[in-house]
């Protein structure tokens, strides 16, 4: 194995089944490139690196006994730090969970743990998962590897990151309404959104319940629709939660590699286009659509006017249900305690201290934007018509994929800003997840793979909408992409075009380099 | 505190209307949304998940049992049972819930539009409309440390047991109840212990009001006539006891019609109900601009029975109890007066295992009615709470049906049972009560006594049987009542015609 840390998953494991490494070796190298990197990235809230280790030997032993091993068994993975872990530490990126350890493991985690993925650590996020930019962290933003002074994209910038450095070969995000693939789309990464309900959602700390979605992050499609395999299926503990029904996500992305999309009829949503995508990001976007042709498939125009006010929707129906989701946090049962600076230690004082200490700008933005919004009065009037527009969007989809396979669009209008850049225009960094959240609204699901860079250089993506329980389309699709661009790239994924080269820790003049940043 | 006005006095110049919304804990095994067992005896904070104890990330899940209870109570009550309902989230801030929200049903509730027809003492019955039963979670237990009697007030620091918290509930909402007049209180009453037998008869909870599985809230306004508009309303809380219902009822007609009088408005609010003086104080407003910001629980899919499933549940409801009354009454052969005194004991159950035990219905309800009864009182406990089973007093009877001890033997052997002493047969044994039934040692009694007196003897052989109540007296009084009174009279009769 010629390098551990820039392989894929596949790879990864490959070389194990043929005994060329070990997990232990490959966990190890993952941790050095941590140490080595994430000083500056802070793409980690917790590295856990003894239990990551030992988790590695147990996979090792159990290979060594031989014993039948699922694929991923002894690949390491990075977890965004909205899941639960047991016996680690789980903060949500907010000082309102600092040092919480978690009694119990999500059913995701569980999953992970079951099929011998080593973790190496939770990864940094906007604080509660509100955020497009890993900015509201309250431990501190996440760089992007492309380049340091931009934003990894939000709320999962450090899973994205992550993956994107090579500080992990996959990750699992959390998406409500773009979080796992507009990270991915400005870090060059792939990002899956699943159909709502086909991953558990049960440990998953919640901020929009009828949004949120457990994901793949990944460096290659394949991989992606690997770890996709795993953690999907029927979970009692969430009564949102689909029944099974069998899937082969993996099995489908590999059928996607040679290339070839004859038949398909491909549909480009006329909202999701021209003012405000940034004209690298729309020339990108037509140049894979091309790709796409060449492949063989069919590409027409659909119509879902409903986009025009989903943006609003969601800004409605997140927040509401986000006010009433972070209503546990009052000091009370775990996580922090504030007592009153000075007068009587009441229960509701001390409810409000905690929150109005624990709780950033941007989580108490949304709490009052929600509790507003789900008041007597206006109930109707905000979260009414909220839901309405979401039943159109919902609508229009059905309609369009009466029509098409999959629906396509640049998955953000622009490539990553710089830090700061939006952080006092609440209204400019919502707009930046005006093309992923009509999937998270519809729940169907949607994968956004990096499709190319612009004039600075740095990546956009490409986002693919399937109908529900689409997935199995959408692999196929993305990896006949994927490697349709592959092939416009000089045979290599795009990853591999700039990160290490700026991030080389032999390099003393390189910022990343944690030896010149002693 | 407002004088009161006699409550006669206010029910003859105001019309009061009633509203009564009863919660019952489920009997089910685990809480409503998760599986920590539904038992709040154990120790503090040991019967959770993380779901009971709202942990960041924790997911609730509907209890089906539950949702078949709920189901069972809208059809016993007359409900349309919904095709499909939702759960809501009520959510305000309070240390005894998790979540800070109460998951429960607003404008969807699982059962509407029932009604319920409740016997007064007098015979009559008042129908009680049911506007809807829903399904909701209960919260924690919080205890004041510090103050005065668990009073919040002057507590240094409050303790909290979440054990409680999630374990389902059904509240069953009445519409306007009008009409009532004079007989508000004995309605109310009438009303919630007719809901009680039901859950009980239903098998959905154990409803042991002291224990508080049943909680009324009681909702009194009072208006100038019949005709006129409803008046304002308080709602009296957590009220546990038939009696504290009543109180609770009468308190609050005096007292609002007092404050009527003054010239003054009734303030919406919530009251508390206090068992020492059966008064009533004020809890904290109430307006209908309370923002409990409900919104469908996002977390739960609608619950939507399946009809073949509810027609399962339809066919398989036990007999409701005022039909069992009637069916029973007319098996057992008791009057209207006796059937409705041991109805209003709660004995009805009691009875009728009795009888099952193998009593006559007539020697069950003497016994549950008399003797036990009054040791009941004099110990202030329920009928159901003695020391003995219907299984035991249903053996007494058969000890006084066999012949082996009468009546007053009997008496001393359920002393002995209620004392713990064992079952009737080996209290029988221990304490030696047994009728003398071996001639022999009467006969010597009878010849002693005979022979110390002999003009007794003299007297009955001459006919005149007079004395002989003497002889047997003193035969029973040397037996400690162990003798068969009718044998012993057989014997002298015998031995003064020999002699």
């Given at each position: 194995m010629s390098d551990l840390i820039t392989a894929t998953a596949v790879e990864l494991s490959a070389a194990m089944a043929a005994g060329e490494t070990t997990s232990a070796e490959i966990t190890r190298a993952h941790l050095d490139r941590i140490a080595a990197v994430d000083g500056d990235l802070h793409a980690y809230l917790h590295v856990n690196a003894d239990e990551a280790l030992a988790a590695a030997a147990d996979v090792d032993a159990r290979r060594a006994a031989g014993r039948e091993l699922p694929e991923l068994a002894g690949v390491p993975i990075a977890v965004k730090d909205s899941i639960v872990t047991e016996n680690q530490v789980t903060t949500c990126g907010s000082r309102m969970l600092e040092g919480w350890v978690p009694p119990y493991d999500a059913t995701v985690v569980a999953k992970l743990r079951a099929a011998g993925l080593p973790i190496l650590g939770k990864t940094n996020m906007d604080e509660f998962a509100m955020g497009s930019s890993t900015e509201f962290s309250a431990f501190g933003p996440t760089r992007n590897p492309w380049d340091r002074d931009r934003i990894p994209g939000g709320s999962g910038g450090g899973s994205a990151a992550a993956v994107a450095a090579y500080a992990a070969p996959l990750a699992l995000g959390s998406d409500t309404g773009g979080s796992i693939r507009q990270p991915a789309s400005v870090t060059g990464t792939i990002g899956v959104k699943p159909t709502y309900g086909s991953v558990s959602r049960y440990g998953l700390i919640a901020m929009a319940s009828s949004l949120d979605q457990v994901g793949p992050c990944s460096r290659t499609v394949t991989d992606a629709a690997l770890l996709h395999d795993l953690i999907a299926g029927h979970d009692p503990r969430d009564s949102t939660s689909l029944p099974d029904a069998p899937h082969a996500y993996a099995t489908a992305a590999r059928a996607g590699a040679n290339g070839d999309l004859s038949g398909v009829c491909v549909g480009i949503v006329r909202?999701?286009?021209?003012?405000?995508?940034a004209p690298d990001v729309q020339a990108r976007f037509e140049e894979s659509v091309a790709l796409m042709e060449d492949a063989g498939a069919h590409v027409v125009e659909v119509a879902c006017p409903s986009f025009e006010a989903a943006l609003a929707a969601y800004y409605l129906i997140m927040p509401s249900e986000a006010s009433s989701n972070l209503a546990k946090f009052d000091g009370m049962r775990f996580g922090l305690r504030v007592e009153p600076a000075e007068g009587p230690v009441t229960a509701e004082r001390v409810m409000a201290a905690t929150r109005g200490a624990g709780f950033g700008p941007e989580v108490k933005r949304r709490i009052v934007l929600g509790t507003y919004a789900l008041s007597a009065g206006y109930y109707d009037a905000y979260y009414g018509s909220a839901q309405r527009v979401r039943t159109l969007v919902q609508r229009d989809l059905d309609a369009a994929f009466g029509r098409v396979d999959v629906i396509v669009s640049p998955t953000n209008p622009t490539t990553a800003f710089r830090f700061g850049e939006k952080v006092d225009d609440p209204m400019a960094m919502y707009l930046n997840d005006i093309a992923t959240i009509p999937a998270n609204l519809a729940g169907v699901p949607a994968l956004s793979l990096p499709n190319g860079r612009d004039s600075d250089g740095l990546p956009t993506g490409f986002q693919l909408i399937g109908p529900a329980r689409g997935e199995t389309n959408l692999y196929t699709y993305a990896a006949a992409l994927e490697a349709r661009l592959a092939g416009a790239w000089g045979g290599t994924p795009l990853l591999t075009h700039v990160p290490m080269n700026s991030m080389?820790?032999?390099?003393?003049?390189?910022?990343?380099n944690t030896e010149a940043n002693r | 505190m407002t004088a009161l006005v006699d409550y006669a006095d206010a029910i003859r110049r105001f019309d009061p209307v009633l509203g009564i919304e009863v919660h019952v804990e489920l009997?089910?095994?685990?809480k409503m949304f998760d599986d920590a067992p539904a038992h709040v005896d154990t120790a503090p904070n040991t019967a959770l998940t993380p779901t009971s104890l709202g942990l960041p990330g924790s997911l609730p899940v509907v209890n089906r049992t539950a949702v078949e209870y709920a189901i069972r109570i809208g059809l016993a009550l007359g409900c349309t049972i919904a095709p499909s309902c939702r759960f809501a989230r009520k959510n305000y801030f309070y240390p005894d819930i998790p979540k800070n929200f109460q998951t429960s049903q607003s404008d969807e509730p699982i059962a509407y539009d029932g009604h319920l027809d409740v016997e007064l003492d007098d015979g009559t019955v008042y129908r009680v409309e049911i506007e809807r039963a829903h399904m909701e979670e209960d919260a924690g237990k919080n205890t004041h440390v510090g103050g005065a009697a668990g009073r919040i007030h002057g507590a240094t620091h409050s303790l909290v047991d979440y054990n409680r918290a999630g374990i389902p509930l059904v509240e069953i909402v009445t519409k306007p109840l009008t009409g009532v007049g004079d007989r508000a209180p004995e309605i109310a009453r009438a009303y919630v212990h007719a809901l009680r037998d039901i859950f009980r008869a239903l098998g959905v909870?154990?409803?042991r009001m002291e224990r508080g599985n049943v909680r009324a809230d009681i909702n009194v306004s009072l208006r100038?006539?019949?005709?006129?508009p409803l008046g304002t309303r308080t709602e009296t809380k957590n009220v546990n006891s038939f009696r504290s219902i009543e109180r609770a009822v009468r308190y609050e007609v005096s007292r609002q019609a007092a404050v009527l009088d003054a010239g003054e408005a009734v303030l919406q609010e919530t009251r508390h109900f206090h068992e020492d003086d059966g008064s009533t104080s004020s809890g904290r407003p109430k307006s209908?601009?309370?923002?409990?910001?409900?919104?469908?629980?996002?977390?739960l899919v609608p619950v939507v029975p399946d009809p073949a499933w509810v027609r399962e549940i339809e066919a398989n409801l036990p007999e409701m109890p005022a039909a069992r009354r009637r069916r029973l009454q007319g098996e057992w052969g008791y009057t209207e007066l006796e059937m409705r005194d041991v109805v209003n004991a709660s004995a009805i159950d009691l009875i009728e295992a009795t009888v099952a035990a193998g009593a006559s219905p007539a020697a069950a309800r003497k016994w549950w009615m008399g003797e036990l009864a009054r040791t009941a009182k004099d110990e202030g406990r329920a009928l159901e709470e003695l020391a003995i089973t219907p299984a035991a007093v249903g053996e007494l009877q058969q000890l006084v049906d066999s012949g082996r001890i009468n009546d007053k033997l009997a008496r001393q052997v359920l002393t002995g049972v209620l004392a713990g002493e064992g079952t009737p047969e080996e209290v029988l044994v221990a304490r030696g009560l047994e009728i003398v039934s071996d001639d022999g040692p009467l006969l010597e009694v009878i010849d002693a006594t005979l022979a110390a007196q002999p003009d007794i003897a003299e007297k009955i052989a001459a006919g005149n049987l007079g004395p002989i109540g003497a002889v047997i007296g003193a035969v029973m009084k040397a037996t400690r009542g162990q003798a068969d009174a009718g044998r012993v009279r057989e014997l002298v009769l015998e031995r003064v015609a020999g002699s």
């Open positions: 909202e999701l286009a021209g003012a405000g995508y080389n820790p032999t390099n003393p003049m390189d910022p990343m | 009997g089910t095994a685990t909870s154990e409803a100038a006539a019949p005709e006129a209908d601009a309370d923002d409990y910001r409900y919104f469908p629980e996002p977390d």
